[in-house]
């Protein structure tokens, strides 16, 4: 979706995922990390009640139970759209059986991670492998990039899998190479790629 806010009479208009899910009907949630970019500043300063405006949804990546087996592999805050997926997948009891990896530089940057932790204890189909570049002595996660070897050995049956992947366009690049690498068709692939901001 598009979203559109206000720096004293400067409108700024965005492109987010949204990451609630449709179950959770009381709002829609999109996650932004703030930085010193005019539209983060500017969002810093919203307060309850300033105007806003919101424009879609767009785009089809989403999920709702069509396969059977599906693997999500994202960094950062490219989560978003999985974490919708994952939580409507958990609230409708989907069967489809689902893997997430999770890749960020450290533990600090890891997004929604209590909430992927009880989502894991609610939905006994859901698996989620968080993995940083930078461990500290307390991780008891895996750590290192989302690689060949990671998929293989936490998606065993990853040719009869569906791939989901968001994120920049970098990693969303690499991504689908490394799963063509491995011989996942391109008809098993879906991408969302986004700018940062």
Not at 64 to 83: C, Q, W, Y
Not at 126 to 143: N, Y
Request: hydrophobic fraction near 35%.
């Amino acid at each position: 979706m598009f979203i559109t806010i206000k720096s004293g009479q400067e409108q700024m208009k965005k492109p987010f995922s949204i990451s609630s899910s449709p179950t959770e009907e009381e709002f829609i949630e999109f996650t932004k990390k703030l930085t010193d970019h005019p539209f983060s500043i500017a969002l810093a300063t919203l307060k309850v009640g300033d105007w806003a405006a919101v424009d879609g949804p767009y785009g089809n990546f989403t999920f709702t139970g069509e396969f059977d087996k599906v693997a999500m592999l994202s960094g950062g805050v490219g989560i978003t759209p999985l974490r919708s997926i994952c939580k409507y997948c958990t609230d409708t009891r989907s069967k489809a059986k689902m893997t997430l990896l999770y890749g960020n530089r450290t533990e600090k940057d890891v997004v929604f991670q209590k909430e992927f932790e009880e989502m894991q204890k609610l939905n006994k189909n859901l698996k989620v492998v968080f993995t940083v570049d930078e461990a500290s002595e307390q991780w008891a996660g895996r750590t290192g990039r989302i690689d060949a070897e990671m998929i293989k050995k936490e998606i065993p049956d990853y040719l009869k899998t569906v791939f989901y992947t968001c994120g920049p366009p970098a990693m969303v690049e690499a991504i689908e190479k490394l799963l063509r690498t491995i011989g996942i068709s391109e008809e098993r692939i879906k991408t969302e790629s986004f700018q940062g901001y």
